[in-house]
């Protein structure tokens, strides 16, 4: 089973501001979770003016042995408008613009997408159960 909850944080001179959804899949291969704008294929939906992530940015992907990988989707710009990055206990690794990172199996963690022009995230935390 792999649990998400995502927090959408907008950091503001009076404070930060955040806004949460959960969803879980089972290990099975083949299951798929996905992450961004386009709540029509994603079960994570950022708000819809939040152009710094793509219409489907993250997919959550679980192959054979029940493993988790998840991939930054290449959207429909050449160069993304935000950095993702793998946080994982004191472990953190940036995520390649269309690469994938296999999920600790049995760990948790969080999944950062930040925006680069502006002081806001989306902050997927993990936890593969096993």
């Not at 998400?4 to 950091?11: I, P, S, Y």
């Given at each position: 089973m792999l649990e998400?909850?995502?927090?959408?944080?907008?950091?503001a001179e009076e404070g930060a501001t955040a806004g949460m959804q959960m969803a879980d899949a089972p290990s099975d291969p083949g299951t798929v979770l996905r992450v961004g704008r386009d709540k029509s294929v994603?079960?994570?939906?950022?708000?819809?003016?939040?152009?710094?992530?793509?219409?489907?940015?993250?997919?959550?992907?679980?192959?054979?042995?029940?493993?988790?990988?998840?991939?930054?989707?290449q959207g429909s710009q050449p160069d993304p408008s935000s950095e993702v990055q793998l946080v994982a206990g004191a472990y953190a690794q940036p995520l390649v613009y269309g690469g994938s990172v296999t999920l600790p199996r049995g760990g948790n963690g969080e999944i950062v997408i930040r925006d680069?022009?502006?002081p806001r995230s989306v902050n997927v935390g993990f936890y593969h159960e096993v």
């Open positions: 998400l909850t995502m927090a959408v944080v907008t950091a994603c079960r994570l939906a950022t708000p819809d003016d939040w152009l710094f992530v793509s219409r489907v940015h993250l997919e959550f992907l679980c192959g054979p042995e029940g493993v988790w990988q998840v991939t930054w989707l680069r022009t502006a």
